[in-house]
């Protein structure tokens, strides 16, 4: 598992694990999803302001899934802001690539 949004800390007599990065938004179909996301817990909707959404996951059917998803996939890369998901349809994720590859073999 890599570590993505894992922080800790070990000092005298104590040790400190924190889970999430972000903000961050993605933008898909004309909609902008604000959320914090981990490979522990996964993607946490946040409000406009950035403090956690009431409900804090996303609906099963949410076009939000397909672009984390292909983010995520793609390496999780970022605008110059640091906080923007830059992410494409038509790149093929690396597991996809590597089964394309064996296929011609």
């Known amino acids: 598992m890599s570590e993505f ?3 800790h800390a070990t000092g005298a007599g104590f040790h400190m694990d924190k889970w999430g990065a972000g903000p961050f938004v993605i933008e898909y179909l004309g909609k902008t999803f604000r959320f914090e996301d981990s490979d522990m817990f996964g993607p946490i909707r946040l409000k406009k302001d950035g403090d956690p959404a009431e409900n804090q996951f996303f609906a099963e059917k949410s076009p939000f899934w397909y672009a984390w998803e292909k983010w995520v996939d793609q390496g999780r890369r970022l605008s110059e802001d640091g906080i923007t998901c830059v992410w494409s349809h038509d790149e093929p994720t ?4 590597r089964q394309t590859e064996e296929a011609r073999s």
Not at 94 to 97: E, I, L, N, T
């Open 5 to 7: 949004g894992h922080f």
């Open 94 to 97: 690396p597991s996809k690539a």
